[in-house]
């Protein structure tokens, strides 16, 4: 059954915004302060197009590819257990900052892969797959997570001020704990439905 609450939570999940406040602040923090919100505004409606393509879309790519919701669902929920276990051990960050200082980022790493990575589009196209009777109700959930991760990024400076950096570090692993739970569940209803259907 369709709940929008949990698929805001999922979405919110993914795009982790706490865990990409520090790589947005050391991005942004080469800009112009005039022009930062305006760089970080149209760098997350790119991403929030991006993100209503695949969402869309995705559906008949995966019929293109005769997929069925039962492989999609495994996956899905192999991949965010992957994605949720980054979150809890990180590994090395690879460095984002080979843009010339104070050289405006466009698409890359902003929007993508940092907000609308490869797990999130994964997501969406699984998501419209498993529910295409609630298309709507998928895209409103997505709008309000993107309004919620824009909200968070755009007050980097004041969450990293409140929290700190390993204040920022313990809320992600957080998020990763329970992400493991929710790609757990995924892995298992695409088990049950591929044994009983």
Same mark, same amino acid.
């Given at each position: 059954?369709?709940?929008?609450?949990?698929?805001?939570?999922?979405?919110?999940?993914?795009?982790?915004?706490?865990?990409?406040?520090?790589?947005?602040?050391? #991005?942004?923090?080469?800009?112009?302060?005039?022009?930062?919100?305006?760089?970080?505004?149209?760098? %997350?409606? #790119?991403?929030?197009?991006?993100?209503?393509?695949?969402?869309?879309?995705?559906?008949?790519?995966?019929?293109? /590819?005769?997929?069925?919701?039962?492989?999609?669902?495994?996956?899905?929920?192999?991949?965010?257990?992957?994605?949720?276990?980054? %979150?809890?051990?990180?590994?090395?960050?690879?460095?984002?900052?080979?843009?010339?200082?104070?050289?405006?980022?466009?698409?890359?790493?902003?929007?993508?892969?940092?907000?609308?990575?490869?797990?999130?589009?994964?997501?969406?196209?699984?998501?419209?797959?498993?529910?295409?009777?609630?298309?709507?109700?998928?895209?409103?959930?997505? /709008?309000?997570?993107?309004?919620?991760?824009?909200?968070?990024?755009?007050?980097?400076?004041?969450?990293?001020?409140?929290?700190?950096?390993?204040?920022?570090?313990?809320?992600?692993?957080?998020?990763?704990? #329970?992400?493991? %739970?929710?790609?757990?569940?995924?892995?298992?209803?695409?088990?049950?439905?591929?044994?009983?259907?």
């Amino acid at each position: 059954m369709y709940n929008i609450l949990s698929q805001i939570i999922l979405l919110l999940l993914i795009m982790d915004p706490l865990g990409n406040l520090p790589v947005f602040v050391s #991005i942004l923090k080469k800009i112009n302060p005039k022009r930062r919100n305006i760089v970080l505004i149209r760098e %997350m409606i #790119i991403a929030l197009f991006i993100m209503f393509l695949f969402l869309l879309f995705g559906k008949n790519l995966l019929n293109i /590819f005769h997929v069925t919701t039962e492989s999609v669902s495994i996956s899905g929920g192999i991949i965010l257990f992957l994605i949720a276990l980054r %979150m809890i051990f990180p590994s090395p960050e690879i460095s984002l900052n080979s843009e010339k200082d104070n050289e405006e980022p466009f698409l890359v790493p902003l929007a993508v892969p940092l907000v609308s990575g490869p797990s999130l589009l994964a997501t969406l196209m699984l998501l419209s797959h498993k529910y295409p009777q609630f298309l709507t109700s998928l895209s409103i959930s997505l /709008f309000i997570a993107w309004i919620i991760t824009t909200g968070i990024l755009s007050l980097s400076g004041f969450f990293l001020t409140v929290f700190g950096k390993k204040g920022i570090d313990t809320l992600e692993k957080l998020m990763g704990l #329970i992400l493991i %739970m929710l790609s757990v569940q995924m892995f298992l209803d695409g088990i049950h439905a591929w044994l009983f259907n």
